[in-house]
């Protein structure tokens, strides 16, 4: 045999015993005979002497290739069980996130963000859209746009929290001055004012959000609490107008059991103004704790716009006519699902949350 055929044996030998191995250890047992002196290989190079002068460059070209294709098939034997290996690691190691959170509870909206999307589906379905602005307001959007003067008495209706901005004047007070006072807005009244500058009448919307006044807390009050207020300004707008649009927001929101009613009452922004009044939805009319035994619970307040407020905003209340309306996201909370005292839906306690 030939020492060209010797050193292909070799080679298909040792490729063979690497084709054979099952894991990196029997690989590793197999580098000495692979690689070392006492290798097939190995004794073929001590045999070069012997190899005639003319034949040795072809010889030691063959010996070289052949350790190359050893080495590389040897490469990939290793590279794979390696692979292997950290599959096999990482696999032990792994953490199933997935199993966790499915088993964990998971977290959901608010009961007061559950309420006040519930109703700004409800009018967004009767055609309003729905508004909103900021939380730091001017005493002019607040009280004066809404005919509330410094004087007026019925400023003392709200508990109002101003703020101390230091030497900073960048808001304007609506009328493109510097503001002097800069206070917590005590309704979303304002965002009225801001949507009637802003954009010509037809007007049709709701104003959600958050509102702050200086109350104790109690079971049926909270420094921090959310409103949603209703706009609507068009040709030919009637007190009719506004007791339809709240008798057909009672039956949508609480059912069809629940009717609405109307009572004579003073708000300095509209003229007339009332008290919205509905069906108790404990007893539905039939008279209860709850309602007194009258049969009925208040929900909030509204009437027609005040001329005044209408000229504030630059529109002609010769021309259009409106009627706005307001009651607490808070309050409807607590009376759609029977909760006694407003200070659990803060508290923050998971086993109330849970419930809703």
Known sequence: MSVHEQIAEAQAEAVASIEQSNDLESLTALEPSLFGKKSQLGSLKRLMGEVDADDRASVGEALNEAQRIIREAHGVAKERFLSATRRDQLEAERLDLTESLESSPQGHLHLVTQTMERLEDVFVGMGFTVSEGPQAETDWYNFEALNLPAAHPARSMFDTLYLDLGDRTEIGDGQGGEATNILLRTHTSPVQIRVMEMMPPPIYTVCPGRVFRRDTADASHMPVFHQIEGLVVDHGISLADLAGTLNEFTAAYFGGSIRSRLR?????????????????????????????????????????????????????????????????????????????????????????????
């Not at 209860?288 to 000229?311: A, D, F, S, Y």
Request: hydrophobic letters at 35%.
């Open 264 to 356: 004579p009452s003073y708000f300095p922004f509209t003229e007339p103004s009332a008290e919205f009044d509905i069906t108790c939805v404990i007893c539905e009319g039939d008279g209860c704790q709850t309602c007194q035994r009258t049969g009925w619970i208040e929900l909030g307040g509204c009437g027609m716009v005040h001329p005044n407020v209408l000229t504030n905003c630059g529109i002609d209340s010769e021309e259009w006519t409106g009627f706005a309306f307001g009651f607490g996201i808070d309050r409807l909370a607590i009376m759609r699902y029977g909760i006694k005292d407003l200070r659990d839906m803060y508290t923050n306690d998971i086993r109330f949350l849970r419930q809703f």
